[in-house]
């Protein structure tokens, strides 16, 4: 039997990137005592850290033009606007505080100074940010005002009495020791639903705080989008020339033939693949100098370690074979049910990209500080009112039985064998990006097989070990979960590409995928856009 160690904390923050450090941070600034708990290091691990693009904001001051924004965040249909109005009306003032709390943002143009007029690469106003540069000033930050920090804890289960999270059970990495967190409420800030894609900054990112919610009834939303990853032909397993090919969006096929390719990810590139147009090359040859000069310039804070390694310089122009699109995220979050990141759960909270607001937002870093904030205003909230949070010692008994299992299991399977099986079926481009009924259906097929035969048995001989069972856990419930949003979503809209239904199907599908468990099994049901929303023709 493992040591038990008991720690009793007002707020437990789970996962260490710029939502969690800002929910931790904003949590003690209320005085309140606080726990942050990441799975690899504060600082330095997640998302956040892989983040070298920029930082997007709504400015008047800029010269930004608040309906003009608006309208860009919700004409797609299926966006919160409640949530949009909040990341454009607060993500100014994130920034400035971010700013504040020492995160460096470069000046990689002399005349243009910290940020980036609107329209170079992205419509928004940005300011640059440094690749690995935006972490290490949030752990300062959190340790100078008194946060308690813990490294390398692999957290499995949520603890729960009368319908409430109380807590969580975890263990160390260093030794087999059972943790049990008591917690008044509970922050996820576990990053996305991702698999271990190769080439992909999602890594570590395996949905361990969606799935520990989604085990205790969590409502969640958005396993039917996603976006695409595409890496240099030539290294497919490193990240080099990514920063490049984000600023630079010039793609051709093998005649020569330019791509459309707008705003971020969209799937023109993987239909010329699939469509037989391949190869398909970032074309830096059609490039102006100062094109050039600015994808070099963006380079050296965004991945210049890793295009180095591969001899990948973009003053040498060129045209780059890249590879075949693969899915790096299940894309699905928590369901919020108010503005303050309480989920359907009471007790539980999340933040950042564990949390879905529904297509509204500027990306990662401005919108994980916006939710963050509000995360620890709605938990402080929460706590105020609260009278008992006891844990009965049945329920620690049973979540350590879980979080154990395969270490205590004689024989069995080797996580790292089952992951690879799951990214084999999971990662083609023609599951989740190029999708059609027949071939989500065999890959769902394969994943069930996995959950039901596999993960019962999977085996571990050390903590390094249990951490890598969990996590393919975890990932198969994820896979699972992508799979029967995308087969139940019969359209095409957004990130969500069907083959076998390509129309947009207005008003049918104005409306949100909801997933949660019942009854030992997967719900799917639709949550309709609020009338007050729809487009005017639609609304009744």
């Known amino acids: 039997?493992?040591?038990?160690?008991?720690?009793?904390?007002?707020?437990?923050?789970?996962?260490?990137?710029?939502?969690?450090?800002?929910?931790?941070?904003?949590?003690?600034?209320?005085?309140?005592?606080?726990?942050?708990?990441?799975?690899?290091?504060?600082?330095?691990?997640?998302?956040?850290?892989a983040a070298g693009m920029r930082f997007s904001f709504f400015s008047e001051e800029h010269g930004d033009n608040y309906e003009q924004v608006y309208k860009m965040f919700t004409e797609s249909g299926v966006s919160d606007r409640n949530?949009?109005?909040?990341?454009?009306?607060?993500?100014?003032?994130?920034?400035?505080?971010?700013?504040?709390?020492?995160?460096?943002?470069p000046v990689e143009n002399e005349e243009e100074g910290i940020f980036v007029p609107k329209g170079i690469d992205s419509p928004f106003n940005a300011a640059r940010i440094i690749r690995r540069g935006v972490p290490p000033?949030?752990?300062?930050?959190?340790?100078?005002?008194?946060?308690?920090?813990?490294?390398?804890?692999?957290?499995?289960?949520?603890?729960m009495n009368n319908g409430r999270?109380?807590?969580?059970?975890?263990?160390?990495?260093e030794e087999l020791e059972t943790l049990v967190f008591k917690a008044k409420a509970t922050i996820l800030c576990t990053g996305s639903w991702s698999l271990r894609t190769v080439g992909a900054e999602t890594h570590n990112m395996t949905g361990d705080g969606h799935a520990m919610a989604y085990r205790v009834g969590a409502e969640l939303t958005g396993g039917d989008m996603h976006g695409s990853h595409h890496g240099n032909a030539?290294?497919?397993?490193?990240?080099?020339?990514?920063?490049?090919?984000?600023?630079?969006?010039?793609?051709?096929?093998?005649?020569?033939?330019?791509?459309?390719?707008?705003?971020?990810?969209?799937?023109?590139?993987?239909?010329?693949?699939h469509d037989g147009k391949g190869p398909i090359y970032h074309d830096l040859d059609?490039?102006?100098?100062?094109?050039?000069?600015?994808?070099?310039?963006?380079?050296?804070?965004?991945?210049?370690?890793?295009?180095?390694?591969?001899?990948?310089?973009?003053?040498?122009?060129?045209?780059?074979?890249?590879?075949?699109?693969?899915d790096c995220v299940v894309g699905a979050g928590l369901w919020p049910a108010d503005l303050y990141c309480a989920t359907t759960v009471t007790g539980l909270y999340a933040a950042g990209d564990t949390l879905s607001i529904?297509?509204?937002?500027?990306?990662?870093?401005p919108t994980g500080f916006i939710m963050g904030n509000r995360a620890s205003k709605g938990a402080a909230d929460y706590i105020a009112n609260l009278k008992d949070y006891m844990i009965d010692d049945a329920e620690i008994a049973r979540a350590t039985k879980s979080m154990l299992e395969p270490y205590e299991n004689k024989s069995g399977f080797d996580p790292r064998w089952i992951t690879q099986l799951l990214l084999n079926t999971m990662t083609p481009y023609y599951v989740l990006m190029i999708q059609r009924g027949d071939?989500?259906?065999?890959?769902?097929?394969?994943?069930?097989?996995?959950?039901?035969?596999?993960?019962?048995?999977?085996?571990?001989?050390?903590?390094?070990?249990?951490?890598?069972?969990?996590?393919?856990?975890?990932?198969?419930?994820?896979?699972?979960?992508?799979?029967?949003s995308c087969l139940f979503r019969e359209e095409s809209r957004g990130g969500h590409y069907r083959e076998d239904f390509p129309e947009t199907d207005n008003p049918g599908w104005l409306a949100w995928t909801k997933i949660k468990q019942e009854n030992g099994k997967m719900k799917l049901w639709k949550q309709p856009v609020p009338n007050e929303w729809l487009p005017e023709q639609y609304r009744k």
């Open 234 to 273: 030539a290294y497919p397993s490193w990240r080099g020339g990514r920063a490049a090919r984000a600023i630079y969006r010039r793609f051709i096929d093998a005649e020569g033939n330019v791509i459309p390719y707008g705003f971020e990810t969209g799937f023109e590139v993987d239909l010329a693949f």
């Open 358 to 365: 529904r297509g509204a937002g500027f990306g990662g870093i």
């Open 1 to 49: 039997m493992a040591k038990e160690t008991v720690i009793e904390t007002d707020i437990l923050v789970l996962g260490g990137g710029v939502a969690g450090c800002t929910a931790a941070i904003k949590s003690k600034e209320q005085g309140l005592n606080v726990t942050l708990v990441d799975k690899a290091y504060v600082g330095k691990s997640g998302t956040t850290a």
């Open 83 to 105: 949530w949009v109005e909040i990341c454009i009306k607060e993500s100014w003032d994130a920034f400035k505080t971010l700013h504040s709390w020492g995160v460096p943002f």
């Open 286 to 326: 059609a490039a102006t100098d100062e094109e050039i000069e600015r994808v070099w310039q963006r380079q050296q804070n965004s991945d210049g370690m890793e295009s180095a390694r591969i001899n990948f310089d973009p003053r040498n122009r060129g045209k780059h074979k890249i590879t075949g699109g693969q």
């Open 165 to 173: 999270v109380v807590g969580a059970v975890g263990f160390p990495m």
């Open 439 to 484: 071939r989500l259906q065999a890959a769902l097929t394969m994943v069930e097989f996995f959950r039901d035969h596999f993960a019962p048995q999977l085996y571990a001989t050390d903590p390094h070990e249990l951490r890598l069972a969990h996590e393919v856990k975890n990932m198969i419930l994820g896979s699972e979960l992508a799979l029967r």
């Open 137 to 159: 000033p949030l752990r300062e930050k959190a340790l100078e005002v008194g946060v308690n920090i813990m490294d390398r804890i692999t957290v499995t289960d949520l603890l």
